[in-house]
C-alpha cells in the first residue's frame, strides 16, 4: 500500500491504495464520488469516464499511481447545482432512462464541447462512441449535446 | 416538484441498537395512506413504490395518484420508498406497472380526495357534493370559502378511506396523457442518484465471486491460502446460487477493497469437473432444435385446416409450397450496472439489505434462513430500494442478493458483492435460444394457409415437465389475427441446460422476427406492398388498421425510394399494446446505415407521452443491438462471449439519427410500453434490408455490412 494525493474537483484526497488500483475504485470507494461508475473495467463503455486534465479518459483502465499532480473531475465536480450547459440540456431534452451510463455520457460531451462548441453529427460520432447506453437514449443524448451547443455559443456571443 | 435522495452511508450501521432509517422515515407531515402524506404547510409527499429501472415508473404512478388526488405535480415531493408490504406487490416486469395499478391507483388517490373534501364538508356542515377541488384546496361550491388540504389532512386522516371512489372523466385529466419532466433525472445528471453499487455502510467490506464457466460444474479444489495472501484479503469461502432450482457454486473473495478482492481471485486457481457439460454447443442446440421441428408440435392455435389443406391446387390448377426455418440465439441481458448486492447480517440476527432488485421483497426469504418469524420480517430486515441501472428482467432474479446474504451471515459484516462483466455476461441466465419452422401453403384459388411451428426452451418450465400443456409464456407476439383461412401455431419444447430468463420483450423478441419476416415472404409471393398487404389481412381489427395507416402517413411509405434506399415495416402486439415500425436503409460510398425509423404506438391510455416516447426510442436500440450485433454462443459448455468488446453494443454512430415515435390516442385500457416497442425492430430492419438487397435474413444476428 502506498500514499497518494489526489487532486479531485479542485480538492485534495489523500488515499492509501496499491499501486496498480484501477483509478475508478479509488475515485468511488476511497474519495466516495460514486457518480463514477463501474461498467467493463476494460475501458469499453465508458461509465468511467472522468477528465483527466481536461481530457476525457475511462479512469477504470488507469492505475492511481499515475495519476498523482494531474487535475480529475468528476461529474460532481461539472457544477454545484446542475447548472453547467450540458447537464440542463440534458434535463431539457430528458435523455436519461436508467441514468446509470449518464455521467460518463455527460463528461464525454462536455470534453467535446469544451474543444468544439459546435460539433456536427460526425464530431459527436467520434467522441461520443466510447460510451455505451444500453437503455438507447442515443437519439437524445445528440440532440441534448446541439441543445448545450447553442447554449454555449449563445453565450459567448 | 422533488425527488428527495438520501445519503446512504447515513443509514447504515454496525451497532445493532441503532435505528435503521429508511426513506419513509423523512417523511414530513400527517400520513393518509402508505402512498400519501400531507404536512400542514400543505406539501404532498407521494412515495413511489414500483422499482425505478428507467422506465420513469417512480413518476408515473405518483402522476397517477396526484391526478385524482386533484394536486399538480408541482405540490408532490416524490420519495423513493422502501422494499415493505405496506405497498402491496413491488415486483416489476412484464410491462405491467401501469397496466395493473392504472386503476387501483387512482382509486387510492380519489379516495384520498375524498376523506379530505369530508373533513373540509365537515367543518362547514354541508354536504361533500356542496365541494369542489383545485390544486390542493377544497372550495365551497359558490362561495370563496376555502380549506386548503394541509388544514383538513389531520381530520382527514380519522376518516375511512371510502372503498369505491368516483373517478374523474379522461377529459378533465390534467396530468395523465401530458408530458411530464421526471423528478429522478436531476440526480441522474450530477452523480447523486443512489443506485445499488452506490450502497455504503460502515465497515464495508467488498467481495467478488469467481464461478464455473460451464454454470454448474463442481468445484473440485481452489487455494483460499494463496487469494488470502494477497494484502486486504481477508476471508475466502463457497457460495452458491439457485437458477431455477440448480446450485450454481462459486468461491467468494472478501477483502477490504474491491481491487484486492479481483486480485485474490485472480490466484484461486479453482478446478471444476465439468465433464457433464463438455458437449454442450450452440451448434449442438440448433442442429437438436431443427430436428425437433419436423415434429408435430403442440397445438397452440389452429384456425381453419392448414394441415389438411396445405398443397392443395386451387382453381387454375396450382399451389406454391415453402417451409423456411429461422434462428435466434441466446443473449445477454448486459444491464449496465452489473449485478450487485449489499447486505448487513448483524450479530443480532437484524438485517439491513441495498436491493438493485425487479423483486425487492426479500424479507421473508431472509427471515427464513434466520429463523426469524414472518411477522417480525419487516421490523428486522431492512430493504432499501436503490435505482436500477437497467433491469430488462434479469433483476427478477435475486441470485446476486442471494449470494451476498450468505456472505454477510457467515461473516456478520457489511458486504458488497460487485459481479463483473465478465460474470455478468457469462453467467447468464439468459434470453432464449429458439428455432422457427415457417411454412406457408398458397394456392391459385387465393387459398392462403400459414404455419409457425416454434422450438424453444420454455423459461417457467426449467427443472421441471410442461406436462404436454404450452407454457403461458412462449407465445407472446405471434399475430393469429391475420386473415388467412388456415393458420397453424405450434409449439415443440426443448429441454437443456442452459439457464434461461425474462429478457426485455421475452418470447416477443423471438417470436415476431420469423412471423414479421414471413408476412413479408407471403405478400412478396402475391405481388404485394407489405403494408398494404397487412392493412387488408388485419381488416377486422381496427386498431391495427389505424397504426398502419398512421405509420403509412408518418413514413411517407407509398414515396418512390432511390435504388439505393430499402424501406421495411412490422406490426406487432405485445404486452396490451400494439406498434409498428418503419425502417429505412440506405446504402451510400459502399456502407449501409439506418437514417430513419418511425413508429407508431397504441397503447391505449398513456400516463408520461414523454416517457412512452423514450421507452420506444430505447426498444429500437435494445431491439437493434440485439438483431445487428453479437448472439452469446456456447462451446465445450461455456459462453463464448465476456465484455462489450466480444460482446458488443450499437454504439451512437451506428444508431438512427432521425427516430420519430408517435402516438395513437383513444380510450382503450392501458397496455405496456417497457416491450412492446421490441418485437417488431427486427423484422422491420430485415425486412427493409429485403427492400434494398433481396437478400432474406433469416438468422439473427447479420452484420449489415453484410448485405
Redesign the interface.
Known sequence: ?ATYKLNINSKEYTIE??P???LL?AI???A???????????A??G?CTVHLNGNPVRSCSLPVSAIVGQEIT???G??DD?SHPV?KA??EV??????????GQ?MSASALLDKNPKPS?ED???A???????????????KAIHVASKEISDGSK | MLTVGFDT?ALGSSNSTFKKLMAEDFVNGTQLNPFVTISAEGEVTIMAHVPE????ISQGIPAIIAEELGVTMHQVTIVKASASQQYGRQSIGGSRSVRSLFTPMRQLGASTKDVLVQAAANKWNIDPSACEVKEGVVYRKGTKDSLPYGELVEDAAKLELPKNPSLMDKKDFKIIGKAT??P????????????G??A?TEGLL?ATIERCPTLQGVVTSYDADAAKAV??VVEVMEVTRTVYGKKNTGIAVIAE????AT?GRKKLNVQWDNAEFKNISTESMNADMIKLAQGEGMKHFEKGDFEGNKGKKGIGGSVKVKSVGYSLPHMAH?????MNATVHVREDNTVEVWAPSQSPQVQRQFAKELGIPDNEAEDKIKVHLP??????GRRSMNDSLEECFQISKSMRKPIKL?W??EDDTLQGPFRQISHHRMTMSLNSGDRIGMQHKMVSPAITTQGRSSNGRVPFEVMEAINTHYDFDDISVRYAEYKNQIPIHWWRSVFGSTNAFPHESFIDEIALELKKDPLQFRKEKLKSEPRFVKVLERLEKESDWNEKLSANEGKGVAIVESFGSIVAHAVFLKRENGKVTIPRVVSVVDCGIYVNS?QVI??T??????GLTATLKDAITFKDGAAQQA???TYR?????E???D?QVHLIDNDEAPGGVGEPGLPPIAPALTNAVFNLSEKRIRTLPFDLQDI
Not at chain 1, 466516495?32 to 476494460?42: A, D, M, N, V
Not at chain 1, 430528458?94 to 455521467?103: E, I, K
Open positions: 500500500m491504495a496499491e496498480q488500483t484501477p475504485w468511488r470507494d476511497e466516495r464520488l460514486t457518480g463514477t461508475k463501474y461498467g467493463c473495467g476494460i469499453q463503455c461509465a468528476t461529474i460532481e461539472l457544477s446542475n447537464q440534458w434535463l430528458q435523455a436519461p432512462q436508467c441514468g446509470y451510463c449518464q455521467s455527460i453529427d459527436i460520432d467520434q461520443m462512441a466510447g460510451n455505451i447506453c444500453r437503455c438507447g437514449t442515443y437519439h437524445r443524448i445528440r | 452511508l429501472l428507467g422506465q420513469g419532466h421526471r429522478d433525472l436531476a440526480g441522474k445528471v450530477n452523480g447523486s442518484a443512489d443506485y453499487i452506490d455504503q467488498y494484502k486486504g477493497n474491491y481491487y484486492a486480485e448486459s444491464c449496465m450496472e452489473p435505482y436500477l441501472g437497467g433491469g430488462f460487485i463483473s462483466r414523454d423514450a421507452q426510442e430505447g426498444n429500437i436500440i435494445f465484455n462489450f468488446d453494443m450499437l454504439r451512437i454512430n444508431a438512427p439519427r427516430i
